[in-house]
């Protein structure tokens, strides 16, 4: 019953701390088990599935908004966060029964005018995340990205464009910190790319792309456990990795 009135306040009550027509949405990803994962929410009401989203304080940077509802979804902070879209179809958000059948709410509530939402995508060790739903959902969690079921308004849309954007900056910006355990294989790596992109790559020629841009460090350790001969753990290189961030690499998938 309290979490129903929160819900219902920040509806009725929403326009007095948050921008008008502006909205957050937030594309997730986790790695696990050599799937990658989207974290998702549940609406309240309609039980449909939807992308972590939220609106923008009226005395918020667009980019703190974003980090904020991050943390608020995943309980997580300092994580790689890149805006890839905006997204303005007039058409993009049909609001109806979910939001009208709350007490007190009409078709002049702010909430049912047209929203502009910003794109961002997040890369998270899937670990670490604690999912949180928001006061509008009921359960937050972890899908595979090839069982997506089907999310509201443009959603599944705003889902591929994310992926798109990602698999495109792999030719220049590194990924796996975000993603992987500190310590990890080559194969490991290489599997994370590969599922990213979802086609096979070469193994020789990532290896040996991969230790050509300086951002790994090769332990002494090996990984032990595995039926075959033991393969080296290696990390990421902090200072050399935020560098390849900032500057860009040209790694050729």
Not at 57 to 80: C, F, G, P, Q, V
Not at 180 to 199: A, G, H, S
Not at 205 to 210: C, E, I, R
Request: net charge positive; hydrophobic share 35%; glycine share 6%.
């Amino acid at each position: 019953m309290e979490r129903d009135k929160e819900s219902k306040d920040f509806l009725l009550k929403g326009d007095q701390t948050y921008l008008s027509h502006i909205s957050v949405d937030s594309v997730i990803f986790g790695f696990h088990e050599d799937q990658l994962k989207v974290l998702l929410l549940k609406w309240k009401g309609s039980g449909q599935w939807c992308l972590p989203g939220g609106f923008v304080m009226k005395d918020e940077h667009l980019d703190d908004s974003a980090i904020r509802i991050l943390k608020e979804r995943t309980n997580m902070e300092s994580i790689y966060l890149k805006q890839f879209q905006v997204f303005g179809d007039p058409q993009r958000e049909r609001k109806k029964n979910e939001f009208l059948n709350l007490q007190g709410l009409t078709k002049n509530s702010w909430i049912m005018q047209r929203f502009i939402t910003v794109g961002y995508y997040a890369l998270v060790e899937f670990s670490k995340v604690t999912p949180e739903p928001d006061v509008l959902s009921v359960e937050c969690k972890w899908w595979d990205i090839h069982k997506i079921p089907k999310l509201i308004y443009d959603h599944n849309s705003i889902l591929a464009t994310a992926l798109d954007s990602l698999r495109r900056s792999l030719n220049d910006y590194p990924v796996g910190y975000n993603l992987l355990p500190e310590k990890f294989t080559m194969p490991e790596l290489q599997t994370l790319y590969e599922t990213i992109l979802d086609k096979a790559i070469d193994r020789r020629n990532f290896q040996k792309k991969m230790l050509a841009l300086g951002i790994l460090e090769r332990l002494k350790e090996r990984k032990t456990g595995g039926a075959h001969k033991a393969p080296f753990l290696y990390r990421f290189d902090k200072k050399k990795y935020e560098k390849a961030m900032k500057q860009g690499l040209k790694f050729g998938f």
